[in-house]
């Protein structure tokens, strides 16, 4: 049960992912609140707690699976009274709505450490033939952590609001209300995947990479990233054959580091050609990979053109191998110049230019998708102006991630019927 495996043969598509990157607290989060009330100690993790994570389902289907992840945990985890519903607002949800998944048959499930699980299929009556009215909503996910769990496996960068129980307040998903889950986050624990029933011939298209997939400087919880963007205008082109899946984390590269260590992890978490199987291949029915990721190679690495072409080659090959006719799309980097001192640097920026010659010459892929040339300012040599200011805490921004005006316009520079494959 605890494996990262689901079979090809399914009728599930991944309707919504939210790749773990490490143990809290190691990562990038945005906006986070102060946590010590809710997660006093990261050592004990989580204490006989219950957590309302929620998240957007990008497809919905009649029947949903989820799946729970322990990848970076030290003991085993064992989760009680999981339970799904329609988001009404805040940590309320719809009357009515939240369900009980289980595993196996069980309500109660313990996953190994390094390990993940996936629920049995869950009947959601409120989704009917016309699904449209649920375009944009959320579902809540709760869970019930028994005991102690240790270290907790979580995404950092959620730029979604979710919601804790109090340590030692036990199990609450069962219930519909607010006041059982007083704190809030902006983070994703435990849950890496939502799986929804799809009709025969839909696929998934993953949105593979760093923190500029993962959405950093979007607006928080405006679903506004590069990929939510892409997915609104692909369902108006092509409804109802696709779900777009985001497995972005910030600080992540393609081959870097070379070993991840769960006693000194990195919060960009294990490197892209290392985290493939459990982020992409091991989901059902993947059509599409949209691989955008190389500047933190660069910048924090500093790794040269060749080592990381190199991964690119050997990333894309394990792709085609694990999922027999994928279409494998790499998008090219975005300006970092001026930006931080790891990535601004003229150093990095000659990188990212030979790197993006690369990824337009090399062949080996389906598709090119030209983000740099949809965001760069040809008189600077930086992104745009105008897509540099915060858009999720204010401020001037960081000159190195596009803000929601600039993901508006990667989104837009996506030919969607090369995507689509007509």
């Given at each position: 049960?605890?494996?990262?495996?689901?079979?090809?043969?399914?009728?599930?598509?991944?309707?919504?992912?939210?790749?773990?990157?490490?143990?809290?607290?190691?990562?990038?989060?945005?906006?986070?609140?102060?946590?010590?009330?809710?997660?006093?100690?990261?050592?004990?993790?989580?204490?006989?707690?219950?957590?309302?994570?929620?998240?957007?389902?990008?497809?919905?289907?009649?029947?949903?699976?989820?799946?729970?992840?322990?990848?970076?945990?030290?003991?085993?985890?064992?989760?009680?009274?999981?339970?799904?519903?329609?988001?009404?607002?805040?940590?309320?949800?719809?009357?009515?709505t939240n369900r009980p998944i289980t595993f196996g048959g069980e309500s109660v499930v313990t996953v190994a450490p390094g390990g993940a699980v996936v629920s049995d299929p869950l009947a959601l009556p409120f989704v009917d033939q016309a699904v449209a009215w649920l375009a944009g909503r959320r579902l809540a996910v709760s869970f019930h952590v028994v005991g102690e769990s240790g270290p907790i496996t979580w995404h950092a960068k959620a730029l979604t609001s979710s919601y804790i129980s109090p340590p030692g307040s036990g199990g609450r998903a069962a219930e519909d209300g607010e006041h059982e889950f007083p704190f809030?986050?902006?983070?994703?624990?435990?849950?890496?995947?939502?799986?929804?029933?799809?009709?025969?011939?839909?696929?998934?298209?993953?949105?593979?990479?760093?923190?500029?997939?993962?959405?950093?400087?979007?607006?928080?919880?405006?679903?506004?990233?590069?990929?939510?963007?892409?997915?609104?205008?692909?369902?108006?082109?092509?409804?109802?054959?696709?779900?777009?899946?985001?497995?972005?984390?910030?600080?992540?590269?393609?081959?870097?580091?070379?070993?991840?260590?769960?006693?000194?992890?990195?919060?960009?978490?294990?490197?892209?050609l290392h985290r493939l199987e459990r982020d992409v291949i091991s989901l059902p029915n993947v059509g599409a990979v949209i691989w955008l990721e190389g500047i933190n190679d660069f910048g924090t690495g500093g790794a040269t053109m060749a080592a990381v072409e190199a991964g690119v080659r050997a990333g894309v090959a394990r792709l085609r191998a694990g999922i027999p006719d994928v279409r494998v799309f790499m998008a090219t980097l975005t300006s970092a110049l001026n930006s931080t001192p790891t990535h601004g640097t003229t150093e990095v920026e000659a990188r990212r230019q030979g790197y993006n010659r690369f990824i337009r010459t090399a062949g080996i892929f389906d598709g090119v998708i030209d983000f740099d040339a949809a965001t760069i300012d040809p008189s600077t040599g930086e992104i745009k102006p105008e897509y540099q200011p915060n858009a999720s805490i204010g401020g001037p921004g960081d000159k190195l991630h596009p803000n929601r005006a600039g993901y508006l316009a990667m989104a837009g520079a996506i030919d969607l019927d090369l995507i689509a494959g007509v």
């Open positions: 049960m605890n494996e990262f495996h689901t079979p090809a043969s399914s009728s599930f598509v991944p309707a919504w992912t939210g790749s773990a990157h490490g143990p809290y607290p190691i990562g990038n989060p945005t906006a986070q609140p102060d946590l010590r009330f809710a997660i006093a100690d990261p050592r004990i993790g989580a204490c006989d707690q219950s957590f309302r994570l929620i998240v957007r389902p990008d497809i919905w289907g009649g029947h949903a699976r989820i799946r729970l992840s322990n990848a970076f945990g030290s003991r085993p985890v064992t989760f009680a009274a999981v339970h799904a519903g329609l988001q009404l607002s805040g940590s309320a949800v719809v009357p009515g809030s986050t902006t983070s994703w624990y435990f849950l890496d995947a939502v799986e929804m029933s799809a009709p025969p011939g839909t696929r998934a298209i993953v949105t593979f990479g760093d923190s500029i997939t993962d959405g950093t400087n979007s607006t928080l919880n405006g679903d506004d990233r590069w990929p939510d963007v892409f997915a609104r205008r692909l369902h108006t082109r092509h409804a109802g054959r696709f779900a777009v899946v985001n497995a972005g984390i910030g600080g992540n590269q393609v081959i870097g580091p070379a070993v991840y260590a769960l006693d000194d992890p990195t919060p960009g978490g294990p490197a892209a």
